[in-house]
């Protein structure tokens, strides 16, 4: 170790961070040391000044009680892309909600129709009519609709 390497001690104090995270920052890459093995087998790492006084400068790693910040390095072109492209799916999402809004209105005419429908081929056939709520006074809705289809398709 060379007099301008720095310690781990030192490193934790120039970053202002504790061993558990000077550590870490190794772990994730961050931090590139060299690594010493003693005889004994315990582990020194040494640091270039340099290397700490970079990442000081870049930004990744911030004073005491502070979290490290990410640094992002998008391109210009790439921004302008991901704009474009949500700019292609809201006209999608934009067009589906118009068909879906088309569909409902359709949904909703035919519906209407068949009750109408309905209404006449139980006054052709002298039956009674809808009650309140569509349903042939006196009878469950469901087996009324399904009698309904069942004549419309000629079904016995």
């Known amino acids: 170790m060379t007099k301008t390497d720095l310690t781990l001690k030192e490193v934790c104090q120039e970053l202002g961070k504790s061993r558990r995270t000077v550590s870490k920052y190794i772990k994730d890459g961050l931090l590139k040391p060299e690594k010493i093995t003693s005889s004994k087998g ?38 302008t892309l991901l704009k474009e492209q949500i700019k292609v799916k809201d006209n999608q999402i934009k067009d589906l909600q118009d068909k879906i809004d ?51 398709f000629g079904r016995k």
């Open 102 to 152: 088309k569909f409902l209105y359709i949904q909703k005419d035919m519906n209407n129709r068949i009750m109408d429908l309905s209404d006449k081929i139980l006054m052709i056939e002298g039956k009674t009519t809808r009650g309140e709520y569509g349903e042939e006074k006196g009878s469950f809705p469901s087996s009324k609709l399904r009698q309904f289809i069942d004549r419309l």
């Open 42 to 79: 315990t582990v020194k790492y040494k640091f270039d000044p340099s290397e700490i006084k970079k990442i000081k400068l870049s930004g990744k790693v911030e004073g005491k009680g502070k979290k490290r910040r990410e640094v992002s390095h998008h391109s210009p072109e790439l921004v």
